[in-house]
């Protein structure tokens, strides 16, 4: 165990692969930022405020499926294609995502209103910050394609460094609204800040892809983006529903005081889970390309070790945020009154891992660039998110149980589609 622990430390400082330290932190940096925002707002605010700030960033994550999927396919498509052939795959999904986020940014309003609304939080407060994060954040997926395609052709060290400098600065800017008062202006402040710094970027660091003639965008789109796309907008759109929906469920069925409590804790397994997977997500690229290339022993070794450290970060992360949280607890009586019951806490994060595993057994399947889990994955959603619905008006309890067994659900999804797949391959080899 010593040697596997050395090993892995190596692998992450070694010249070959500085990715994964940049990786890591950049989550860690995130994990940061919502945890000293929690704190503030722990100690800032009322019970009913914390449920509304709680509810509104929930509603934001929704962004994840603004873009339909296109990055992540972006990503697949120029890491498996010709090198002649990214530019062109890269205008493409240009082209699709400037209608697609200006489309869904409107749609991301409209839902976003009902669930504001319907839990009888002011509209003066809530309005204008949404309006703005919408808006915002369109401009913010767009660019951030730009990103998507120095990683996939070769530059996934830049790219993950230049991630990481950027979500420190855009936490910085999180942190100061919310330590401001003015939380719910926190989000969009971060999003400006991105797009500030994705501009730069290409202004002073990065190239954009060359404009190659001899290619039809739509015929680009049509075949190398959008089989992935579609499929990765549902698993995307399964996700973001059964983690960021929580939250304002609990607002609509049980009130700003208890959405304050439960989705404190769910929104630090949440991020226990991106934290953790971030370090198997910067691989993709080299999933990717090893499978297409035929690679399939290098293919698995690097998902083997890489699941394997990212699980145990996801486990240490989990028993330390519990811990941390039954102290703030026992310390305060404040602190106690803003979060829930020691049962309710660790169910919610025991589901942490769970969600972890699930996530890369996914990144596994869809480095391959196919995904037969989408539909099953689809029609799993429809109950889990019923369970999950009906659970939120019998409590935090109950919620917290329907919770972790949808998340057991699913990851045994992901486990049998992952386990056929690697027989697939080791027929192959």
Request: some cysteine; charged content about 10%.
């Amino acid at each position: 165990m010593s040697a596997w622990i050395v090993g892995v430390l190596t692998r992450l400082r070694g010249e070959g692969s500085p990715t994964g330290l940049y990786a890591v932190g950049t989550r860690v940096v995130a994990a940061a930022v919502s945890f000293v925002g929690g704190i503030l707002i722990l100690a800032l605010f009322d019970p009913g405020r914390i449920g509304v700030f709680l509810s509104f960033t929930s509603l934001a994550g929704f962004s994840a499926v603004a873009d339909l999927g296109l990055t992540y396919s972006l990503l697949l498509a120029v890491s498996s294609r010709p090198a002649n052939e990214a530019p062109a795959v890269a205008w493409a999904a240009f082209a699709a995502a400037v209608p697609t986020v200006l489309a869904t940014s409107v749609v991301m309003f409209i839902g976003g209103s009902f669930f504001l609304m319907g839990g009888d939080v002011e509209r003066a407060r809530w309005l204008w910050p949404w309006i703005a994060f919408c808006a915002v954040s369109s401009a913010q997926l767009v660019l951030t394609l730009g990103l998507t395609y120095v990683e996939g052709t070769g530059g996934r060290h830049a790219a993950w460094k230049a991630n990481f400098w950027i979500e420190v600065a855009a936490g910085v800017a999180f942190i100061a609204a919310v330590a401001a008062q003015v939380e719910l202006w926190a989000v969009a402040a971060s999003a400006v800040v991105r797009v500030v710094l994705i501009v730069l970027l290409f202004v002073w660091c990065f190239d954009l892809p060359a404009r190659v003639g001899g290619f039809s965008r739509f015929a680009l789109w049509r075949d190398q983006l959008w089989p992935m796309q579609w499929k990765t907008l549902v698993n995307t759109l399964v996700g973001v529903s059964t983690t960021r929906l929580l939250t304002p469920l609990l607002l609509v069925a049980q009130g700003s005081v208890v959405a304050g409590q439960t989705g404190l804790v769910l929104a630090l397994g949440y991020l226990v889970t991106t934290a953790s997977s971030v370090w198997p997500l910067s691989q993709t690229a080299l999933y990717a390309g090893y499978y297409h290339r035929g690679e399939y022993r290098e293919f698995k070794s690097i998902i083997r070790q890489t699941f394997l450290a990212s699980s145990v970060l996801s486990v240490l992360l989990v028993i330390g945020g519990g811990v941390v949280c039954e102290l703030l607890k026992a310390g305060s009586a404040h602190m106690a009154a803003r979060l829930p019951d020691s049962v309710v806490l660790w169910i919610i994060l025991a589901a942490a891992p769970i969600g972890h595993l699930s996530n890369c057994l996914a990144m596994a399947v869809r480095a391959q660039r196919r995904d037969p889990v989408v539909i099953p994955n689809l029609l799993l959603a429809v109950p889990a998110l019923i369970a999950l619905f009906l659970s939120a008006d019998r409590g935090a309890l109950a919620f917290a149980v329907a919770y972790l067994v949808t998340g057991v659900m699913f990851m045994s999804l992901y486990g049998y589609f992952f386990f056929r797949s690697m027989r697939v391959i080791q027929h192959a080899s």
